[in-house]
């Protein structure tokens, strides 16, 4: 989705920058190695991996410092919690971004941090040496080489599921005169409903009838903020229809969603939509 507001858009994501969840700026406020690391870590550290590391097809060398609970490992549907400290070949240190926020595992810029992830489970910390390639790649304005990272993984978090009746509403769906079916999932509180004209925030999920997720914000990591006169008709129609803590489903037909656009999800789309608040009317 975009920014734009257009009527080809849905929503506009109000969230911590995609960049600084992915990583790509964690490196630009470089501090020499501190004198209180215990043990110090040097560049010799970091271009050599220890003997007892164990080692990748691909080239990642790992250590596991402290394991984890549980087998259950991440993917890349998943969201995690990370926190890490790295160092650069040169031994200059960095730390990630804090965990406010879980992250989705595809949206991680370092494949070796992704790779590293896939074989821990919650609570595990590891180190991770990353090669050049499994690093930055050597992108303008990164550090060139490879670099050592210590990782926590401090929570995983499945991606919603897609539900079992994308393809065809069921029979206790109740549906508009425009044709937009719904069904409650969660009620809410009160009888106040936003108007066409209102702010909104909530958590959504949306998948094509093929079961295929498309978008969500419950993997972008945070809810999302939109006027309802800015959206797709069915969400335009369908969102006035709750109150806040409500959650439905909404199944939407082509002409009350994207009409065929190229480059939009076609056909009937299937959104789960929670209205967490109205933020102006």
Same mark, same amino acid.
């Given at each position: 989705?975009?920014?734009s507001l257009?009527? !080809?858009?849905l929503?506009?994501?109000?969230?911590?920058?995609a960049?600084?969840?992915?990583? &790509?700026?964690?490196v630009?406020?470089?501090?020499?190695?501190?004198a209180s690391?215990?043990?110090?870590?040097t560049?010799a $550290?970091?271009?050599?991996p220890?003997? $007892?590391?164990?080692?990748t097809?691909?080239?990642?060398?790992?250590?596991?410092?402290?394991?984890?609970s549980?087998?259950?490992?991440?993917? $890349?549907?998943?969201l995690?919690?990370?926190?890490?400290?790295?160092?650069?070949?040169?031994?200059?240190s960095f730390?990630?971004?804090?965990?406010?926020?879980p992250?989705?595992?595809s949206?991680i810029?370092l494949?070796?941090?992704s790779?590293?992830?896939?074989?821990?489970?919650t609570g595990q910390?590891?180190k991770?040496?990353?090669p050049?390639?499994l690093?930055?790649g050597g992108a303008?304005?990164? &550090?060139a080489?490879?670099?050592?990272?210590?990782v926590?993984?401090?929570?995983?978090?499945a991606?919603?599921?897609?539900?079992?009746?994308?393809?065809t &509403? &069921?029979?206790?769906a109740?549906k508009?005169?425009?044709?937009?079916?719904y069904k409650t999932?969660?009620?809410?509180?009160?009888?106040?409903?936003?108007?066409?004209s209102s702010t @909104?925030t909530?958590?959504?999920?949306g998948w094509t009838?093929?079961?295929?997720m498309f978008d969500?914000?419950?993997?972008?990591g945070?809810?999302?903020?939109?006027?309802? $006169?800015?959206?797709?008709?069915?969400?335009?129609e369908? @969102?006035?229809?709750?109150?806040p803590?409500q959650? !439905?489903?909404?199944?939407?037909?082509?002409?009350?969603?994207?009409?065929?656009?190229?480059g939009?999800?076609?056909?009937m789309l299937?959104?789960?939509v929670?209205l967490?608040?109205?933020?102006?009317?």
């Amino acid at each position: 989705m975009t920014s734009s507001l257009s009527k !080809c858009s849905l929503v506009v994501f109000v969230l911590v920058s995609a960049c600084a969840l992915c990583f &790509p700026h964690a490196v630009l406020a470089q501090q020499p190695a501190a004198a209180s690391q215990s043990p110090a870590v040097t560049a010799a $550290d970091v271009v050599t991996p220890p003997a $007892d590391a164990q080692k990748t097809a691909s080239g990642l060398a790992f250590k596991v410092v402290t394991p984890g609970s549980g087998s259950v490992k991440p993917t $890349d549907t998943d969201l995690v919690k990370v926190a890490f400290n790295g160092w650069t070949k040169d031994g200059k240190s960095f730390s990630g971004p804090p965990p406010v926020r879980p992250m989705q595992m595809s949206q991680i810029i370092l494949p070796g941090l992704s790779e590293g992830l896939k074989l821990m489970t919650t609570g595990q910390k590891t180190k991770l040496w990353l090669p050049e390639k499994l690093a930055f790649g050597g992108a303008a304005g990164k &550090p060139a080489g490879p670099i050592l990272l210590e990782v926590v993984l401090l929570d995983i978090v499945a991606a919603p599921a897609t539900p079992a009746d994308v393809a065809t &509403p &069921p029979a206790d769906a109740q549906k508009t005169k425009s044709g937009l079916t719904y069904k409650t999932l969660k009620a809410g509180n009160g009888n106040d409903h936003p108007a066409k004209s209102s702010t @909104v925030t909530v958590h959504y999920s949306g998948w094509t009838t093929d079961g295929k997720m498309f978008d969500s914000s419950v993997v972008k990591g945070a809810p999302s903020k939109f006027p309802l $006169d800015k959206v797709i008709a069915g969400w335009t129609e369908g @969102v006035q229809l709750m109150v806040p803590g409500q959650a !439905c489903r909404f199944w939407v037909p082509e002409k009350l969603a994207y009409q065929g656009q190229e480059g939009r999800p076609k056909g009937m789309l299937v959104f789960d939509v929670e209205l967490i608040s109205i933020d102006a009317k």
